[in-house]
């Protein structure tokens, strides 16, 4: 199918559905300027302390930082809190935001991105489920039954040459044991998936809410790496009537039935909306 065929199809799909689920992984996120953390070597150039410590991304997104040493743990997500706070979503969240608003059913969202940056788009709380949790939310490392809470007013001074926190570290309110982003990292037995699960449940009820709705799905640089968003989205697409639509500048190979384009997140949003427009 040439690119222009694509576009056409995926236009006629959103232009025609009654519900909107938009599936998200990193490649949403690398459009707007925020560091690819895939491969060391693009998250070393970002990062050049982290290169001198020989450590990478998956290296990092480890729990046991919090326990070994707070200082680098709290210096990577204190970095990454501040720059996603900091980072404007790109145009084509505001595009996605008005197909789902135009939807006679509404729109629901499935990131696995913990950047906050759907919120910050204007989507409503409610109707996100961010499954690998957000940055924007901290838990106890001890786990003591707090649940989750806002990271709203919590800031953490990082010194760029070595990328370690200076200065006090967020604590539980609770209890007062160090606190931990809410994201799930790699190996991570201490997850408090309570906000997660509140998600996904509101997920599921608004699916069995659409009843024989036409649902379409635009899936938006979620790769087979970490493949939770992309896997979701192909069994939504299962669905009576429903439509996927993959954009992937990489990896763009998809289910029979489905729309493939082979983009980037904000190429690919802007000319499926030039085409409804016209
Ligand atoms: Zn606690």
Same mark, same amino acid.
């Given at each position: 199918?040439?690119?222009?065929?694509?576009?056409? *199809?995926?236009? @006629?799909?959103?232009?025609?559905? $009654?519900? &909107?689920?938009?599936?998200?992984?990193? =490649?949403? #996120?690398?459009?707007?300027?925020?560091?690819?953390?895939?491969?060391?070597?693009?998250?070393?150039?970002?990062?050049?302390?982290?290169?001198?410590?020989?450590?990478?991304?998956?290296?990092?997104?480890?729990?046991?930082?919090?326990?070994?040493?707070?200082?680098?743990?709290?210096?990577?997500?204190?970095?990454?809190?501040?720059?996603?706070?900091?980072?404007?979503?790109?145009?084509?969240?505001?595009?996605?935001?008005?197909?789902?608003?135009?939807?006679?059913?509404?729109?629901?969202?499935?990131?696995?991105?913990?950047?906050?940056?759907?919120?910050?788009?204007?989507?409503?709380?409610? *109707?996100?489920? @961010?499954?690998?949790?957000?940055? $924007?939310? &901290?838990?106890?490392?001890?786990?003591? =039954?707090? #649940?989750?809470?806002?990271?709203?007013?919590?800031?953490?001074?990082?010194?760029?040459?070595?990328?370690?926190?200076?200065?006090?570290?967020?604590?539980?309110?609770?209890?007062?044991?160090?606190?931990?982003?809410?994201?799930?990292?790699?190996?991570?037995?201490?997850?408090?998936?309570?906000?997660?699960?509140?998600?996904?449940?509101?997920?599921?009820?608004?699916?069995?809410?659409?009843?024989?709705?036409?649902?379409?799905?635009?899936?938006?640089?979620?790769?087979?790496?970490?493949?939770?968003?992309?896997?979701?989205?192909?069994?939504?697409?299962?669905?009576?009537?429903?439509?996927?639509?993959?954009?992937?500048?990489?990896?763009?190979?998809?289910?029979?039935?489905?729309?493939?384009?082979?983009?980037?997140?904000?190429?690919?949003?802007?000319?499926?909306?030039?085409?409804?427009?016209?």
């Amino acid at each position: 199918m040439s690119d222009d065929r694509a576009i056409a *199809r995926a236009a @006629e799909a959103v232009a025609s559905a $009654d519900a &909107l689920l938009i599936g998200a992984g990193a =490649g949403m #996120g690398v459009d707007g300027g925020l560091p690819d953390f895939r491969g060391n070597e693009g998250f070393w150039r970002a990062y050049p302390p982290f290169a001198k410590l020989g450590l990478g991304f998956a290296a990092l997104a480890s729990p046991r930082w919090f326990r070994d040493d707070p200082a680098l743990a709290w210096g990577f997500y204190g970095h990454r809190l501040e720059l996603y706070r900091r980072t404007v979503p790109h145009q084509g969240f505001a595009i996605l935001k008005r197909w789902a608003d135009r939807m006679p059913r509404g729109g629901f969202v499935l990131t696995s991105n913990v950047d906050g940056s759907f919120q910050r788009a204007g989507f409503p709380a409610d *109707r996100i489920h @961010e499954v690998h949790g957000a940055i $924007d939310f &901290l838990q106890c490392l001890d786990l003591c =039954g707090v #649940g989750t809470f806002p990271a709203e007013g919590v800031s953490v001074t990082v010194d760029p040459s070595t990328m370690r926190a200076v200065g006090g570290l967020p604590r539980c309110p609770n209890c007062g044991a160090l606190a931990r982003p809410n994201i799930l990292m790699f190996g991570d037995a201490g997850w408090d998936d309570s906000t997660a699960e509140a998600q996904f449940r509101r997920l599921r009820d608004w699916l069995r809410s659409l009843d024989a709705a036409r649902l379409v799905v635009v899936e938006c640089g979620a790769g087979t790496a970490i493949p939770t968003v992309r896997l979701h989205c192909e069994d939504l697409a299962e669905r009576p009537g429903a439509v996927l639509i993959r954009i992937n500048p990489r990896e763009a190979h998809a289910p029979p039935g489905a729309i493939s384009l082979a983009s980037g997140a904000l190429k690919a949003l802007e000319s499926i909306d030039q085409h409804i427009g016209t």
